[in-house]
Nanobody, 125 residues
């Protein structure tokens, strides 16, 4: 079993930066691909970013965040990060961390096996 706990959300103004962190418990963290998704009320969870297993050589981003967000991982600390810059009000959502056992990385929520409880990010205009 893998448990994921997100932190770092909050209220910021448009144009600001914010960094999210996801702490994982359980073995074999480096074997999992990790991802970030977000969700707003009444909408499905949408892909934000993902990083492949081990050294995280492969990263993937939603078009809406490409160039503004950066995903990274620290296997020794069992953490994955999402650095968000140039935030806009449309980035307001609950952000979820997820782990994919296959390790390949995916943009589809249904491919991820474990989920955190989410952290709220609110960007004011």
């Amino acid at each position: 079993q893998v448990q994921l706990v997100e932190s770092g959300g909050g209220l910021v103004q448009a144009g600001a930066s914010l960094s999210l962190s996801c702490a994982a418990s359980g073995p074999s963290f480096s074997n999992y691909a990790m991802g970030w998704f977000r969700q707003t009320p009444g909408k499905d969870r949408s892909f934000v970013a993902a990083i492949s297993w081990a050294d995280g050589r492969s990263t993937y981003y939603a078009d809406s965040v490409k160039g503004r967000f950066t995903i990274s991982r620290d296997n020794a600390k069992k953490r994955v990060y999402l650095q968000m810059a140039s935030l806009i009000p449309e980035d307001t959502a609950v952000y979820y961390c997820a782990a994919e056992v296959s390790g390949l990385g995916s943009k589809r929520a249904e491919d991820f096996d474990y989920w955190g409880q989410g952290t709220q990010v609110t960007v004011s205009s």
